[in-house]
Each structure stands twice: as structure tokens, then as C-alpha cells.
């Protein structure tokens, strides 16, 4: 497995590299660490992280700015606050603010350790169901597209099979050769002057077609014989 990326944020050198040298001989880790909090946004916009540690009183952006920030910029990366005092309002503030967890000083490397490992599997974890997340959407997107391609071939394979029969009934009747088409012309102008749906031309476009389908079947020399006059008894 390769390395995660921390950031580490401390104004105090001194608990700055004793929780870097901490973290780099776990051999898990490559930690990034900046004594200022802007420095560390700029790191957070070039590169990724899969958590970031913190402290919560620095000058010019202290710990929760910085908490609020990152919460805007990618909600995923877990947060660890390190403070040194139990301000219930900072706390709180945090809270709301989606802070992952909070170490406070003094604590034990160990602490530190498994609130890291922690944080990280969370990381991944958010990482995993985002991408899952998307390769879903994108396999629903395209399964979309492939049923609407299905229908729409279906549906052109019905028209033409319409057509077809169509063709069959006309082809030996010069008298009514396309007319089919033309009363769907008229029926379709129609439609459309009654304001009807584009659902309900579909359907007036295949009615109209078929109107005449019962001559199928039907012997020609019937369909064109002429008809005799009727004659009356008196």
C-alpha cells in the first residue's frame, strides 16, 4: 500500500517535528509540515491529503478558520484538532464545523497513532463510496442510453413493419397507391391544430396508417368491383 499524505499544522517547531518524526517512523505516512496555516492551504490546493492535524491557537488563521475552510473545500479530508485547554465553545464550534477528532495536549503518541489511522481509513473509506458513487451514475447513465437506443430501434422496426403491410395492401390498387400517407398527412395537421400531445400523434400516426388494414386478405376483384345500381321492385 502506498503512502498517505498528512499535512501537520503547528506553530510550535518544537511539538511540530515531534509529531512528524512520530508519524514518519510508522514508514505509512508521508507528512507535510507547515508552521502556518495559509502555507498549509496551499499545500491542500496542489496536492491531495488524507487527513490533516492541526493545532487550534495559531496567529494570523488559528485551528477552526482553517476546519471551516477545508469543510468548503473538500469535506472528505478528516480533520484532528490539537488543543491545549477543554473550551466547551471551541469545542461546539468544531463540532459543527465537522471536526473528525481532538487530541489535547498532552497526549500520548500513541493516541496519536490510532486517531491518525483512524482518520485515514475514514479517508479512504469516503474515497471508495465516492467513487463508487460516480461509476454507479455513470453505469445507470449508460444503460439509459442503451435502452433508449433499444426502444428507439423497436419503434422503428414497428414503423417500418407498418409501412411494409401498407405497401402490400396498395401495390395492386392504383387508386388508393399512398393513400395511407396522405390521410396521415391530414390526420397529423390535424392533431397538431387540436393541440394534441406528441404522445397522442404517435398514436394518431399509426391509427391512421391502419385504417384501411381490413383489406387485407380481401380478394382484389372484389375491392374493385364496381357497384350496380340498385334496383327497386315496385
Not at 69 to 85: A, E, Q, Y
Not at 111 to 129: G, R, S
Not at 182 to 205: F, H, K, T, Y
Request: charged share 25%; aromatic share 6%; glycine share 6%.
Amino acid at each position: 500500500m502506498s503512502q498517505r499524505n498528512i499535512l501537520l499544522i503547528d506553530d510550535d517547531r518544537a511539538i511540530l517535528d515531534c509529531i512528524r518524526l512520530s508519524l514518519n517512523s510508522l514508514g505509512e505516512f508521508r507528512v507535510v509540515a507547515c508552521e502556518d496555516a495559509y502555507e498549509g492551504i496551499e499545500w491542500l490546493k496542489t496536492e491531495s491529503f488524507s487527513a490533516v492535524i492541526t493545532d487550534v491557537n495559531m496567529p494570523r488563521m488559528n485551528g477552526l478558520e482553517l476546519l471551516k475552510w477545508i469543510g468548503t473545500f473538500n469535506p472528505n479530508i478528516p480533520v484532528i484538532l490539537i488543543t491545549g485547554n477543554n473550551d466547551s465553545d471551541i469545542m461546539l464550534n468544531a463540532i459543527h464545523l465537522g471536526v473528525y477528532e481532538f487530541l489535547r495536549k498532552p497526549f500520548a503518541m500513541n493516541d496519536l497513532h490510532i486517531t491518525v489511522k483512524q482518520a485515514v481509513e475514514k479517508h479512504d473509506l469516503l474515497i471508495q463510496n465516492e467513487l463508487y458513487k460516480n461509476h454507479l451514475e455513470s453505469l445507470v447513465e449508460q444503460r439509459t442510453k442503451e435502452l433508449n437506443t433499444a426502444k428507439h430501434k423497436l419503434e422503428q422496426s414497428y414503423l417500418n413493419t407498418i409501412h411494409a403491410m401498407v405497401n402490400a395492401m396498395e401495390v395492386n390498387d392504383i387508386y388508393t397507391r399512398g393513400h395511407s400517407e396522405r390521410v396521415m398527412a391530414v390526420s397529423i395537421c390535424l392533431g397538431q391544430a387540436l393541440g394534441l400531445s406528441s404522445e397522442e400523434l404517435d398514436i394518431l400516426r399509426i391509427g391512421a396508417l391502419l385504417h384501411d388494414m381490413g383489406k387485407i386478405g380481401i380478394l382484389s376483384n372484389v375491392l374493385k368491383k364496381r357497384a350496380e345500381p340498385h334496383r327497386y321492385r315496385v
